[in-house]
T-cell receptor, first 110, second 115 residues
Framework: NAGVTQTPKFQVLKTGQSMTLQCAQD?????MSWYRQDPGMGLRLIHY???????DQGEVPNGYNVSRSTTEDFPLRLLSAAPSQTSVYFC?????????FGQGTRLTVV | SQQGEEDPQALSIQEGENATMNCSYK?????LQWYRQNSGRGLVHLIL?????REKHSGRLRVTLDTSKKSSSLLITASRAADTASYFC???????????????FGKGTKLSVKP
């Protein structure tokens, strides 16, 4: 049972480039979410989804897009990367309020 | 904006001692949870306490919740070097986004347990 799988683990982007962070879960959870974690900070919610076809914004959505075409997958797209988006990104799926996290993607924008 | 704030920011103890971390929050909640994060890795769920509960135990963990004071504490008894990690409280806000499962995290307490 893989749980929540994020790819890639590490990524370096140039300012202005776009990319998609992948997230997949095999627990059949309806709720999925994306967080970013900056040094010395807790996690901040970017976008979330309550089920396939339904997404909504969290606390820090600017510069990011999401879609949810299946229950399993919840990709996060950076439209035009900026240095301020350098962070560690975590995807999570939730059941009964408990979140199960992936191992994170460490993104550096230069 | 941060909902939960942990205290202290950092805690260093010897193996075998107890570790207590506190969390304060601002608005009404469905539940409060504690997570552990080992360096550079994903967060792991430890324990969830609902707003109508006052205390909960799981192994060496004891969590209390005081909704009148909007605060919670996490006690780790008989700590081990393997407990070295950052600990975060997270609140599942009442009516936030119309759904449960979206959490507001504090900045965490960095616990160091020395052998």
């Amino acid at each position: 049972n893989a749980g929540v799988t994020q790819t890639p683990k590490f990524q370096v982007l140039k300012t202005g480039q776009s990319m998609t962070l992948q997230c997949a879960q095999d627990m059949n959870h309806e709720y999925m979410s994306w967080y970013r974690q900056d040094p010395g900070m807790g996690l901040r919610l970017i976008h979330y989804s309550v089920g396939a076809g339904i997404t909504d914004q969290g606390e820090v959505p600017n510069g990011y897009n999401v879609s949810r075409s299946t229950t399993e997958d919840f990709p996060l797209r950076l439209l035009s990367a900026a240095p301020s988006q350098t962070s560690v990104y975590f995807c999570a799926s939730s059941l009964g309020g408990k979140a199960f996290f992936g191992q994170g993607t460490r993104l550096t924008v230069v | 904006s941060q909902q939960g704030e942990e205290d202290p920011q950092a805690l260093s103890i010897q193996e075998g001692e107890n570790a207590t971390m506190n969390c304060s929050y601002k608005t009404s909640i469905n539940n409060l949870q504690w997570y552990r994060q080992n360096s550079g890795r994903g967060l792991v769920h430890l324990i969830l306490i609902r707003s109508n509960e006052r205390e909960k135990h799981s192994g060496r963990l004891r969590v209390t919740l005081d909704t009148s004071k909007k605060s919670s504490s996490l006690l780790i008894t008989a700590s081990r070097a393997a407990d070295t990690a950052s600990y975060f409280c997270a609140t599942d806000l009442l009516n936030y986004g119309g759904s449960q499962g979206n959490l507001i995290f504090g900045k965490g307490t960095k616990l160091s347990v020395k052998p």
